[in-house]
């Protein structure tokens, strides 16, 4: 009879046994489907910011990133270069919202990337020059010294 039971004994513990293992593994699996859940909506706000980068307008958005004198040569571009500058603003605003541009773009460097796309842009040179505390154009200075040697 001890026999009898041992060995009923064992059965049944070996039947819990196998319920607390189906226990572990259904709360594993419900684990499981929690954490695939969590990741898939971060993935899905992620792609939410992401998206919404993309709709604002690339203008805006490479402004946010230009210096005073980059937005000037780009200005320049512009009237030069109309939808040439249009195509090299979306790649840069594309190029910021990835991450891969980061910080300020100064006026050389839009220069830079005009230059190299071979389109050189022309902008608008002033020569100054200054004496005793003065600051005159060239033109202003060649007529004053013409002037000079007249009389």
């Known amino acids: 009879m001890k026999r009898d039971q041992s060995s009923e004994l064992?059965?049944?513990?070996?039947?819990?046994?196998?319920?607390?293992?189906?226990m572990?593994?259904?709360?594993?699996?419900?684990?499981?489907?929690?954490?695939?859940?969590?990741?898939?909506?971060?993935?899905?706000?992620?792609?939410?910011?992401?998206?919404?980068k993309s709709l604002e307008d690339?203008?805006?958005?490479?402004?946010?990133?230009?210096?005073?004198?980059?937005?000037?040569?780009?200005?320049y571009a512009e009237m030069q270069y109309p939808k040439l500058t249009e195509y090299?603003?979306?790649?840069?605003?594309?190029?910021?919202?990835?991450?891969?541009?980061k910080g300020e773009i100064d006026g050389y460097t839009v220069l830079y990337i005009f230059r190299e796309l071979g389109y050189p842009i022309r902008l608008p040179t002033r020569i100054v020059v200054k004496r005793k505390g003065e600051t005159k154009?060239?033109?202003?200075?060649?007529?004053?010294?013409l002037k000079e040697e007249e009389d």
Not at 37 to 44: A, F, N
Not at 88 to 101: H, N, P, S, T, Y
């Open 10 to 22: 064992n059965d049944e513990t070996a039947t819990r046994r196998k319920e607390v293992e189906d």
């Open 137 to 145: 154009s060239i033109t202003e200075y060649l007529k004053e010294k």
């Open 24 to 52: 572990s593994e259904d709360e594993e699996l419900i684990m499981r489907r929690k954490l695939l859940e969590l990741q898939r909506k971060v993935l899905l706000s992620k792609a939410r910011v992401e998206e919404s």
């Open 88 to 101: 090299v603003i979306r790649e840069l605003a594309r190029l910021i919202v990835q991450g891969r541009i």
């Open 58 to 75: 690339p203008r805006e958005l490479l402004n946010k990133s230009l210096t005073e004198k980059a937005k000037e040569v780009l200005k």
